[in-house]
């Protein structure tokens, strides 16, 4: 595949995927598989290309963002509590993956690990969706008692592992502790914007030289493509995906995880 090409297919994938529950890099690693890519050489550019995806969600609320940040400069208590709540369930993901990031990093080279992660984890969306009773139907991400946001942020470090999601960990850890549909998916959100940046910039840190070999392979006119797609899809799924988890729920999507995942299953076996 031509490299811009593969560039708009992955761009392509990392914006529709980033913020459903179905695994952005589960996805990611089956694509550039698909692709033909080499993943050692495209490394580079999905770690830049999901924060494309990222100032999507900065980009859709950046009022709240900046309603949010001004609150916190003239200390009003509605801006301190959604700081305090975005950075309280971004701590132990950022604390976890730290200590324990060279095990997590070794996973994603084994694309194996992808296919039972979307089929267990589609099972557990459907056993939460069935059982979970939202209590808080009035309650915005600001008014989230600190319980319910610090277990919201330990079902984060579930994403750790290539193919669980990190959207879906969060959004049903957070309608397993009773919180609303729209309330857990703009929470999960607002938490993909510190959590992917500080892993993005652990990633780059941690493997620059190797990433550097891989973007002079590839080439950052390919990576500034996979970038723009991502944001411009982000964008639009972000706008579209809280409007339908509020009629729907999030039932289809398990579903597309157990399909997907047993046809990724069967393409690794027997391809």
Same mark, same amino acid.
């Given at each position: 595949m031509n490299d811009y090409?593969?560039?708009?297919?992955?761009?392509?994938?990392?914006?529709l995927t980033e913020f459903i529950p179905v695994s952005s890099t589960g996805h990611l690693i089956l694509a550039t598989e698909l692709s033909g890519a080499d993943p050692d050489e495209w490394?580079?550019?999905?770690?830049?290309?999901?924060l494309g995806a990222i100032l999507a969600v900065v980009y859709q609320y950046w009022g709240t963002f900046w309603s949010a940040g001004m609150g916190v400069l003239r200390r009003e208590r509605e801006g301190l509590m959604f700081a305090r709540n975005i950075l309280l369930g971004f701590l132990p993901s950022a604390v976890i993956?730290?200590?324990?990031?060279?095990?997590f990093e070794a996973m994603l080279g084994n694309p194996g690990i992808v296919p039972w992660a979307?089929?267990?984890?589609?099972?557990? $969306? =459907? @056993?939460i969706e069935r059982t979970a009773k939202p209590r808080d139907e009035g309650r915005g991400v600001a008014e989230l008692p600190l319980g319910k946001v610090l277990a919201v942020g330990f079902a984060q470090c579930l994403a750790m592992v290539p193919g669980?999601?990190?959207?879906?960990a969060t959004i049903m850890g957070a309608l397993a502790m009773g919180i609303n549909r729209k309330t857990a998916a703009e929470f999960s959100f607002f938490l993909a914007v510190p959590t992917m940046i500080g892993a993005s910039t652990l990633e780059i840190f941690t493997k620059y030289d190797e990433l550097m070999v891989g973007a002079t392979r590839v080439g950052w006119d390919e990576i500034a493509v996979g970038f723009v797609v991502s944001f411009i899809v982000a964008l639009v799924v972000i706008r579209a995906f809280v409007?339908?988890?509020?009629?729907?729920?999030?039932?289809?999507?398990?579903?597309?995880? $157990? =399909? @997907?995942g047993s046809a990724a299953l069967a393409w690794l076996t027997f391809a």
């Open positions: 090409l593969t560039a708009i297919f992955l761009g392509i994938v990392e914006g490394a580079m550019f999905n770690v830049v290309i999901q993956g730290f200590a324990l990031y060279e095990s979307l089929i267990i984890g589609g099972f557990a $969306i =459907i @056993a669980v999601s990190r959207s879906g409007a339908y988890v509020s009629r729907s729920g999030f039932t289809p999507f398990a579903w597309y995880r $157990i =399909i @997907a």
